[in-house]
């Protein structure tokens, strides 16, 4: 009897070592899930940084390549004065997240939040052979932050240029009222998304352009800030794709919350 009892104290022993150590493994995981956290906002941050001072540095080098042309060089130091802008308002943004300051969404013209993204790029998508069209309602606003769904369609924009790189082709940018919610659609006809790739394109990291693009591989950050900056605002981000024929990338964003 006394062996039976000094067993069940032992078991009892060991069942009470074992549950601590599952809390401290659930601690360190937790632990570890907040660091990996800060490190993909983190790497998100890069990725959008990147994708304003790559069209600033290449203004600045042709302007210094073309002094004798004024009214070029003119061009180029007020596009590079923009994009200044709207890398400074995308880190005071991060800055206000890291203080813990809660951004506020206001009322924004739709049309001219991607008509400035546009005037914001460096290259101009015809020289690629990709026609643009924007259908947009000039009186249509949505009710949001700025800098994170202008950066959202700005990756949208990006990603179907080079999805149309190699052969050229239409991007269509277009929104519509739907009454209590704005519907934005960023549709190309470039080589679209593969089924095996369609359950992982907004996973954090996953890129198909390091293959593709050996020279300008995509981080993979992009889909997911993207899904992400939507999510923030209550909304929800959607695609359909034909392989080898088209992508169309959906936002559905509140009107008032």
């Given amino acids: ?9 032992a078991l009892h022993r060991n069942l009470q070592l074992h549950k601590q150590q599952n809390n401290n493994l659930k601690l360190q995981i937790s632990q570890l899930q907040a660091l990996a956290n800060i490190g993909v906002n983190t790497a998100m941050i890069a990725h959008e940084i990147n994708n304003l001072l790559t069209p600033l540095s290449n203004y600045a080098d042709l302007a210094l390549l073309h002094l004798d042309d004024m009214e070029l060089t003119k061009k180029a130091l007020k596009k590079t004065s923009r994009n200044c802008q709207r890398a400074s308002k995308v880190m005071q943004s991060i800055l206000a997240v890291a203080n813990g300051e809660t951004e506020k969404k206001q009322v924004v013209n739709l049309a001219e939040l991607v008509d400035e993204i546009f005037s914001c790029l460096c290259r101009d998508f015809s020289k690629d052979n990709i026609a643009v069209k924007i259908e ?15 950066q959202v369609l700005m990756n949208l924009i990006l990603n179907s240029r080079d999805a149309m790189m190699a052969n050229g082709g239409i991007l269509t940018v277009k929104a519509i009222d739907n009454g209590n919610s704005v519907e934005i659609e960023v549709a190309d006809t470039g080589k679209g998304i593969s089924a095996v790739n369609m359950g992982k394109i907004f996973l954090p990291f996953f890129t198909t352009k390091k293959d593709a693009e050996k020279t300008s591989g995509g981080s993979g950050l992009g889909l997911a800030f993207c899904k992400k900056a939507v999510q923030q605002h209550n909304g929800t981000i959607s695609f359909r794709s034909d392989p080898g024929k088209a992508t169309v990338f959906k936002i559905i964003l509140p009107k008032l919350q």
Wanted: charged share 20%; proline share 12%.
């Fill in 136 to 150: 947009i309602p000039n009186d249509l606003t949505i009710f949001a932050v700025p800098v994170p769904i202008q």
């Fill in 1 to 9: 009897m006394t062996r039976i009892i000094e067993k069940r104290h």
